[in-house]
């Protein structure tokens, strides 16, 4: 797949001439309602084909095992989308919210986008010479579920918007970027109308990874989850009750999810990479009993080495009723090969994660090459927080950090007491070791936002919401 870059700054509107070479190079570019679609003349792009899978620490062009002490070429991670609870969240009765401690993305104004819900936050730092330039990417809808829907029947879905920042703190939506009306300010990327398509109900960011090759050049490379009406409502029995359709709904239908991918070469002008999967999707769930035959959804994609990359992605085990995290392995970013199950919540009766974690974020330590996994762990009575795991290499033998969450909602008047979920880590080089937590809140009232929290020092079992204190 040739080489990666790490970090690279943002391109501006004056490259998107490039982008659009850049994507000529990976197929034709058809032009929709949902933005640009890369395809070859034969409706899908062909890169080397995977065969089988191994939990061996590296693959080479054959995905045979080799030598672990490859070279592993580091890229910023982060994570995953803001997912319905297992349980419903109270119903969206005004609250009392006096305190707005570690919030630092609210809705949007009013008739916005992003009015009604903001999530999955895919948080980028870059620091240059001169500056520091910080770059989010998360989903946002202008309508409640159970608001009347839009006379075309698309106001109610999931978009992705891009927000910027020289702090990580104060956010600025839509810059550099034309918009249609003050509402699309910063929205980037809209569903599909394609009816075949994976996702033409929703879509969400689940992480940004920059890629290099001579075919591609410099790319942004964004893997989603993106939903359909599947048309089937599933219900389980979990420890917490019987659970129907445990991923999310809208307007009352149940909504399948896969993961898709999109290239940039600016961040803000997106074209869809189309998979194997009939939909376009990257993969498919699994069939009969398999634990991932819900849904797919949160694919957190890690580059390990130059011709090893991994995604985890979660699921709702419906044998077990709760939800896991898998692996999957790649050569090229596109083409992909299951792994199984690497990691489960299934906490004793109680415990913060006892019907399991799901949107998980994943980084490299850099100090020891350890991996780091923040994750959404769910509890009996569907309430959700943040839980921290740590693996030598990276595939198995995940350690759950301490007996409980590193991040938990606040008290029953702020902006997040009722749950906190969708992690994306992000390191603070030069910061002694700090590490920062961006997530989706939810109040008592149903209200959303996104926050950030600090770890102390280098400790990553122990965060604290932003205060408002300069950092």
């Known amino acids: 797949m040739g080489n990666f870059f790490v970090c690279l700054p943002l391109y501006d509107e004056r490259d998107v001439a490039m982008a659009r070479r850049t994507s000529k190079a990976v197929g ?8 640009l679609v890369a395809r070859t003349a034969t409706g899908r792009y062909h890169p080397r084909i995977a065969t089988k899978c191994t939990m061996r620490t590296g693959i080479d062009s054959a995905n045979s095992p080799r030598n672990k002490n490859n070279t592993a070429v580091e890229v910023d991670t982060a994570a995953s989308k803001a997912r319905r609870l297992t349980v419903p969240p109270p119903d969206k009765v005004a609250t009392s919210i006096t305190s707005s401690r570690g919030l630092v993305l609210d ?9 009604a819900e903001v999530g999955s936050p895919v948080v980028k730092r870059y620091v240059g010479d001169n500056e520091e330039r910080w770059y989010m990417w998360y989903h946002g809808r202008s309508l409640g579920e159970e608001e009347e829907e839009e006379e075309d029947g698309t106001g109610d879905r999931d978009s992705i918007g891009l ?6 703190i104060h956010w600025s939506r839509g810059e550099g970027r034309v918009v249609r009306s003050c509402g699309d300010a910063g929205m980037v990327m809209e569903c599909r109308d394609n009816w075949w ?25 964004l893997y989603y989850t993106g939903y359909s009406s599947s048309g089937e409502v599933v219900v389980m029995d979990t420890p917490a009750g019987p659970v129907s359709n445990p991923e999310r709904s809208l307007n009352r239908k149940s909504l399948h999810s896969l993961p898709g991918l999109a290239c940039s070469q600016d961040g803000r002008n997106w074209a869809r990479i189309e998979g194997d999967h009939h939909s376009g999707a990257l993969l498919d769930v699994g069939s009969g009993s398999e634990w991932d035959s819900l849904f797919i959804a949160g694919p957190q994609v890690v580059v390990h080495g130059s011709d090893d990359v991994r995604m985890y992605y979660h699921s709702f085990d419906r044998e077990t009723g709760r939800y896991a995290v898998g692996l999957a392995r790649s050569r090229d970013g596109i083409r992909w090969v299951k792994c199984g199950k690497i990691m489960v919540g299934d906490g004793p009766t109680g415990s913060f994660d006892e019907i399991g974690i799901k949107s998980v974020s994943v980084a490299k330590m850099g100090r020891d090459g350890t991996y780091l996994m923040a994750y959404e762990a769910v509890a009996e009575d569907g309430r959700t927080s943040i839980g921290m795991a740590e693996s030598e290499d990276g595939l198995r033998c995940w350690r759950r950090l301490g007996e409980g969450p590193v991040l938990e909602a606040s008290g029953t008047d702020g902006w997040d007491s009722w749950g906190v979920g969708s992690p994306c880590l992000v390191p603070m080089e030069g910061h002694e070791d700090e590490w920062r937590i961006y997530y989706v809140g939810t109040s008592l009232g149903g209200r959303t936002g996104i926050g950030m929290a600090i770890s102390k020092g280098g400790d990553t079992g122990s965060f604290g919401r932003w205060s408002g204190i300069s950092l």
Do not use: H, K, Q
Not at 28 to 34: G, H, Q
Not at 107 to 115: C, E
């Open 163 to 168: 927000t910027t920042s020289c702090n990580g």
């Open 197 to 221: 398509a994976f996702d033409t109900e929703s879509i969400r960011p689940s992480e940004l990874v920059v890629m290099s090759s001579p075919m591609y050049s410099s790319v942004y490379w």
């Open 107 to 115: 809705l949007g104004l009013a008739g916005s986008w992003d009015s």
């Open 28 to 35: 034709r570019i058809a032009r929709c309602r949902s933005g």
